[in-house]
Protein backbone atom coordinates (compact mmCIF):
# COMPACT_ATOMS: atom_id res chain seq x y z
CA UNK A 1 0.00 0.00 0.00
CA UNK A 2 3.08 2.49 0.97
CA UNK A 3 4.54 2.06 -2.64
CA UNK A 4 1.17 2.82 -4.47
CA UNK A 5 1.51 6.09 -2.01
CA UNK A 6 4.74 6.61 -3.24
CA UNK A 7 4.36 6.32 -7.25
CA UNK A 8 1.02 8.56 -6.97
CA UNK A 9 3.47 10.98 -4.92
CA UNK A 10 6.22 10.73 -7.51
CA UNK A 11 3.63 11.27 -10.47
CA UNK A 12 2.45 14.21 -8.74
CA UNK A 13 5.49 15.59 -8.76
CA UNK A 14 6.24 14.91 -12.40
CA UNK A 15 3.05 16.43 -13.26
CA UNK A 16 3.99 19.96 -11.36
CA UNK A 17 7.68 20.10 -13.02
CA UNK A 18 5.96 19.55 -16.25
CA UNK A 19 3.48 21.94 -15.91
CA UNK A 20 6.10 24.32 -14.53
CA UNK A 21 8.53 23.49 -17.74
CA UNK A 22 5.62 24.31 -20.04
CA UNK A 23 4.55 28.06 -18.22
CA UNK A 24 8.58 29.10 -18.86
CA UNK A 25 8.26 27.68 -22.59
CA UNK A 26 5.26 29.95 -22.99
CA UNK A 27 6.72 32.82 -21.47
CA UNK A 28 9.56 32.62 -23.25
CA UNK A 29 7.20 32.11 -26.79
CA UNK A 30 5.77 35.16 -25.63
CA UNK A 31 8.69 37.11 -24.93
CA UNK A 32 10.69 36.25 -28.56
CA UNK A 33 8.33 38.42 -30.76
CA UNK A 34 8.78 41.60 -28.69
CA UNK A 35 12.90 41.50 -29.44
CA UNK A 36 11.95 41.04 -33.11
CA UNK A 37 9.93 44.75 -32.54
CA UNK A 38 13.19 46.05 -31.18
CA UNK A 39 15.11 45.01 -33.87
CA UNK A 40 12.80 47.49 -36.40
CA UNK A 41 13.94 50.28 -34.92
CA UNK A 42 17.24 50.73 -37.12
CA UNK A 43 14.51 51.85 -40.07
CA UNK A 44 14.64 55.36 -38.05
CA UNK A 45 18.26 55.48 -39.69
CA UNK A 46 16.62 55.36 -43.01
CA UNK A 47 15.03 58.44 -42.48
CA UNK A 48 17.95 60.56 -42.27
CA UNK A 49 19.84 62.91 -45.36
CA UNK A 50 20.73 61.79 -48.15
CA UNK A 51 23.26 63.10 -50.11
CA UNK A 52 24.52 62.58 -54.02
CA UNK A 53 28.20 61.95 -54.86
CA UNK A 54 29.04 65.00 -57.06
CA UNK A 55 31.19 62.62 -59.22
CA UNK A 56 29.08 59.36 -59.66
CA UNK A 57 25.71 60.88 -58.40
CA UNK A 58 25.34 57.70 -56.37
CA UNK A 59 23.21 58.80 -53.24
CA UNK A 60 23.98 57.79 -49.96
CA UNK A 61 22.95 59.34 -46.17
CA UNK A 62 24.77 62.57 -45.10
CA UNK A 63 26.69 60.66 -41.78
CA UNK A 64 28.61 58.19 -44.15
CA UNK A 65 29.10 61.04 -47.00
CA UNK A 66 32.38 62.89 -47.54
CA UNK A 67 32.04 66.88 -47.80
CA UNK A 68 35.00 69.17 -48.59
CA UNK A 69 33.10 72.11 -47.53
CA UNK A 70 30.96 72.62 -51.27
CA UNK A 71 30.11 69.17 -52.35
CA UNK A 72 29.38 65.48 -50.96
CA UNK A 73 30.92 62.19 -52.52
CA UNK A 74 30.41 58.69 -51.80
CA UNK A 75 34.18 58.47 -51.02
CA UNK A 76 37.38 60.00 -50.29
CA UNK A 77 38.83 58.57 -53.60
CA UNK A 78 35.86 60.29 -55.48
CA UNK A 79 36.18 63.45 -53.59
CA UNK A 80 39.86 63.62 -54.80
CA UNK A 81 39.21 62.84 -58.72
CA UNK A 82 36.40 65.88 -58.56
CA UNK A 83 38.72 68.02 -56.96
CA UNK A 84 41.78 67.03 -59.41
CA UNK A 85 39.15 67.41 -62.09
CA UNK A 86 38.38 70.57 -61.36
CA UNK A 87 41.52 72.33 -61.03
CA UNK A 88 42.39 71.23 -64.11
CA UNK A 89 42.67 73.95 -66.89
ZN1 LIG B 1 31.01 58.73 -56.06
Known amino acids: MRAIIFLLFVILVFLIIRFTLNRIIE????????????????????????????????????????FDGKDTFCSEGHMQAFQDKSTEP
Not at 39 to 64: D, F, R
Open 27 to 66: IRAKNAPVKQEESETPSLKESEAMVQCALCSVHLPQSIAY
